[in-house]
Nanobody
């Protein structure tokens, strides 16, 4: 079982940066593939970035490739995402998710553990 709590959301201006953190607890974290999704009301959850259990492999959506960086520290158990050059397409509730499977899934159904999310708002 893995429990996830996000932090770091807030209001920023377009072009600014923000770093979100996901604090994980539970015995399964070190073996879990982790990801960040975002959700806008009226739309489904959108995959943002994922990272393999040892942190060796990462995947990003085309919308954030080159601007966002996902990282993890298996000793301290956070999964962070550094978001640079935020724009008008990025506001959403960002949630971290965990999966016991090796593959980084692009769909939310591939994840078993979820945090409640943190709001990111970008003003132009």
């Amino acid at each position: 079982q893995v429990w996830l709590v996000e932090s770091g959301g807030g209001l920023v201006q377009a072009g600014d940066s923000l770093r979100l953190s996901c604090a994980a607890s539970g015995r399964g974290f070190g073996a879990a593939t982790m990801a960040w999704f975002r959700h806008v009301p009226g739309k489904g959850r959108e995959f943002v970035a994922g990272i393999s259990a040892p942190g060796t492999y990462t995947n990003y959506s085309s919308a954030v490739q080159g601007r966002f960086t996902i990282s993890r520290d298996n000793a301290k158990k956070p999964v962070d995402i550094q978001m640079n050059n935020l724009n008008s397409e990025d506001p959403a509730v960002y949630s971290c998710a965990g999966s016991p499977f090796i593959t980084i899934s692009f769909g939310p159904d591939g994840y078993q553990y979820w945090g409640r999310g943190t709001q990111v708002t970008v003003s132009s």
